[in-house]
């Protein structure tokens, strides 16, 4: 594959990826075979004007949705060879997740919000692990309080929480800092990137910021659906700084 991530075991990999959606009688390719690999640490920041595809791959590299053609591995895991319950099983063990609405339980506290997909994956000391990770990202005096009481910025932080309270091996965010206001939005990527390098995670970022999208190691460029980039952020021996 040309200028594309390689390694002999990349942690996400995309091949030939392509989705085929039914409008009325019409058949519409929103996404045309994208190809990469991903290597486990890395980030790649998903880039591309409004309708050019990148919630719609996401959602296909993190197993929510399902490809019309091609296939996603994860974790050296095709896709492809599971069923629905298999691939959210797969996502619960590996993936966490940020999107820009924050999509917190909004009757939960902080606290309750983190900890009930860890005992849902049944994790053990789930109320300590839940309450160190709210601490981790400056919320260890809000844990009883309702996402209505917080922020936009102290919910998406919440966020962060459940996302890496879990041990993913990979973060997925979707505009993570696409609701919040400028500085805001700055110190949660702040926070998402210190996270992720602290953890050793592999981060897949969608975002119109060229600004975050530069602090990913690889860029993917998406125009009208087709991947039309594909690069390195950059040291000058073509392997991210
Ligand atoms: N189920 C569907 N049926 C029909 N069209 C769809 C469907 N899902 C997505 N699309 C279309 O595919 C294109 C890509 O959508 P997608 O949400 O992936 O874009 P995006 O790059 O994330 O945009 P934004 O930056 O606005 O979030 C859009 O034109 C969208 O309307
Ligand atoms: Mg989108």
Redesign the pocket.
């Known amino acids: 594959m040309l200028n594309s991530p390689q390694t002999a075991s990349p942690l996400l990999a995309a091949r030939q990826l392509g989705?085929t959606?039914?409008?009325g009688t019409e058949q519409?390719t929103?996404?045309h075979d994208i190809e990469f690999s991903l290597p486990a640490g890395e980030s790649l920041a998903?880039i591309?004007?409004?309708?050019?595809?990148?919630?719609?791959?996401?959602?296909l590299l993190a197993g929510i949705d399902q490809p019309s053609h091609g296939d996603v591995q994860l974790d050296g895991q095709s896709l492809a060879a599971l069923d629905e319950d298999g691939r959210a099983r797969l996502r619960g063990q590996l993936a966490g997740f940020v999107f820009?609405s924050f999509q917190l339980l909004p009757d939960f506290t902080a606290l309750e919000n983190v900890l009930v997909p860890l005992e849902l994956h049944g994790v053990a000391d789930a109320t300590a692990r839940a309450t160190h990770w709210l601490e981790r990202v400056g919320l260890g005096a809000r844990l009883d309080h309702t996402p209505r009481q917080l922020s936009g910025g102290e919910q998406q932080r919440v966020a962060l929480a459940r996302a890496f309270a879990g041990a993913p091996r990979i973060v997925f965010a979707?505009?993570p800092t696409?609701s919040l206001d400028t500085a805001t939005g700055a110190h949660i990527a702040d926070l998402m990137f210190e996270l992720n390098a602290a953890a050793g995670t592999t981060l897949v970022l969608?975002t119109?910021d060229p600004k975050l999208a530069a602090r990913c190691s690889w860029q993917l460029q998406?125009q009208g659906?087709h991947q039309i980039a594909l690069h390195p952020n950059t040291a000058p021996d073509g392997w991210p700084a």
């Open positions: 989705k959606v039914k409008t519409l929103i996404l998903i591309g004007t409004s309708g050019s595809g990148k919630s719609t791959l996401l959602a820009q979707d505009e696409g969608v119109h998406l659906g």
